[in-house]
């Protein structure tokens, strides 16, 4: 079967730096994307990542292993407004997104 | 724009009502999806679109029926409701299948009860 785990729940404090893993197993692959979600909102799209290695983009840096299906995100200088629930996502072969259940990111002063 | 709108916000319903949840988008957006959201579950296909007058199954496809007459609309139906299907239904476009990163555009979710 198709699977995406990440953690639960993470706890950091503002200013400080997290990463958030995730690791898949899907039935092809054709890229993982991250998605941020503030309680009761919508997903919004953070980061897209196809091949392996980093992808920066702001405070926010995203980076892929495929051979060990593997992705982490990094959140520099971590912000009050930055808690949320983080999704990982897999396109598998059908170009179907198999979501993880989030990682819920609380943000400490 | 206003990009994906849904309606209704919020709906309660009690078992065996039917209802219609309606998804539009001014993105002229080919691919069109709905999902549910259930606590400690990631999102859940439940069918999608990848044209006018098309449609196919999800994950997750059983008491529910979708249609899309019109580009920018996608109606989820929910025949004879159930309390499982007490959930958080969200709507997405996008516009290709997702091949080089085209990401999926949500609507604010729809919060359905079913008593």
């Known amino acids: 079967g198709q699977n995406i785990d990440q953690p639960t729940e993470m706890t950091a404090t503002e200013g400080a730096i997290v990463q958030i893993n995730c690791t898949y197993q899907t039935s092809g692959f054709n890229g993982l994307f991250w998605y941020q979600q503030h309680a009761g909102e919508a997903p919004t799209f953070l980061s897209y990542n196809v091949l392996d290695g980093l992808e920066e983009k702001g405070r926010f840096s995203s980076f892929l292993s495929r051979s060990k299906g593997y992705s982490y995100l990094l959140l520099k200088e971590l912000q009050m407004k930055d808690s949320a629930s983080y999704l990982c996502?897999?396109?598998?072969?059908?170009?179907?997104?198999?979501w993880g259940a989030g990682t819920k990111l609380i943000i400490k002063p | 724009n206003a990009g994906v709108t849904q309606t209704p916000k919020f709906r309660v319903l009690k078992t065996g009502q039917s209802m219609t949840l309606l998804c539009a988008q001014d993105?002229?957006?080919?691919?069109m999806y709905w999902y549910r959201q259930d606590p400690g579950m990631g999102l859940r296909l439940i069918h999608y679109?990848?044209?006018?007058?098309?449609?196919a199954k999800g994950e997750v496809p059983d008491g529910y029926n979708v249609s899309r007459l019109k580009k920018q609309n996608f109606l989820l139906g929910l025949e004879s409701a159930a309390p499982s299907q007490t959930s958080v239904y969200f709507c997405a476009s996008a516009g290709t299948s997702g091949e080089g990163g085209d990401t999926q555009y949500f609507g604010p979710g729809t919060r359905l009860t079913v008593l």
């Open positions: 993105m002229n957006h080919e691919y």
């Open positions: 996502a897999v396109m598998d072969s059908n170009y179907q997104l198999i």
């Open positions: 679109s990848v044209g006018e007058g098309t449609t």
